[in-house]
């Protein structure tokens, strides 16, 4: 019981490395057809569980160029693929996970992408270390791919068919409950968050080098015979409005760079008028269960005639 117990814990708080790698293992066995990555918005914004042969590798923080090491893999694994989803916003372009400052964004490199796929990107190597020491001195376990390992895929098992579960529900990963709140408290949420978005603006390095990441992202699902499609999930109306709106024309701008015999088609769901921006939200920018349960019939009849 005592192993069991420490098993959950360690799981749960691995659960991003655990829900890729089993369910990579996952997508290859059942020889899924369509492959969604991305951040936090196209994993709130899906139930898994309703799209037949979709595995959904999204994951909070998610930038450009692990997205592209997870396509990379995923086309080298699971040969049956043949759809690619890149979920987005009109920031995407500019973020770059591993040059975070937040020490909780950069663990999320040592304890999933470094971990996965030995590649801290640009992240600081001494930090990253000392961020596995302090993990390594709590758990002595940390990183030990046998250590309970009937256990882990027992748990995923049980889980596989959502990435949200009882343990890890949208609400549980918000700071509010954003039907709750006034309507002066969410547009005061809305701006924080807004806030913080627009002062990645001044990321041009980086989005010179996302620009690239995706060129080479949507040439290798042309060279693979894989239908590649890119999608901006939905905003609430106030967020729209404060965000800087050159955005959304160096996105659209980056991918226009892109070959026209591999250029990705973009569905653009930012202001999609099936979802509300109070009822269909968990918080300034993510989708509860609501919003998901919409967006998630919107995606999937999306698929189904984009081919």
């Known amino acids: 019981m005592k192993n069991k117990d420490y098993a959950y814990r360690e799981f749960f708080s691995n659960y991003d490395y655990y829900w890729l790698k089993y369910t990579m293992e996952r997508g290859a066995s059942e020889r899924v057809s369509s492959l969604l990555v991305g951040h936090s918005l196209p ?20 930038d450009y160029y692990y997205s592209g090491k997870i396509i990379e893999r995923a086309l080298d694994v699971i040969p049956s693929l043949k759809t690619v989803i890149l979920g987005t916003s009109y920031v995407s ?29 640009n992240a600081d190597m001494v930090s990253c270390e000392d961020i596995r020491k302090k993990l390594l001195d709590n758990n002595v376990h940390a990183f030990d791919e046998e250590f309970e390992k009937e ?10 068919d959502d990435y949200f579960c009882r343990e890890r529900d949208r609400q549980s990963l918000s700071d509010v409950v954003w039907g709750e709140l006034s309507e002066e408290k969410r547009l005061e949420e809305t701006k924080i968050r807004a806030d913080f978005h627009n002062r990645l603006w001044e990321h041009r390095n980086t989005y010179d080098e ?9 040439n290798l699902c042309h060279d693979k015979g894989v239908h590649f499609f890119m999608m901006v999930f939905p905003l609430n109306k106030d967020y729209r409005e404060l965000i800087n709106p050159e955005y959304r024309v160096h996105y659209q ?6 070959p026209v015999e591999y250029r990705p088609k973009c569905f653009d769901f930012s202001d999609i008028s099936q979802i509300d921006s109070v009822t269909d939200f968990v918080d300034a920018d993510h989708l509860n269960d609501i919003g998901a349960a919409k967006m998630t019939a919107i995606f999937l009849n999306t698929l189904e005639n984009a081919k």
Do not use: C, W
């Open 43 to 62: 994993r709130f914004a899906i139930n898994d569980r309703d799209i037949d042969g979709l595995i959904n590798l999204s994951f909070l923080s998610q």
């Open 93 to 121: 372009p500019f973020i770059d996970l591993s040059r975070m400052k937040n020490r909780d964004e950069l663990s999320r490199i040592v304890k999933v992408y470094d971990r996965y796929f030995h590649d801290h990107h």
């Open 151 to 160: 256990e882990f895929f027992k748990m995923y098992d049980e889980r596989k």
């Open 210 to 218: 996302n620009t690239k990441i995706l060129r080479n992202i949507a």
């Open 253 to 258: 701008r980056q991918i226009d760079g892109i």
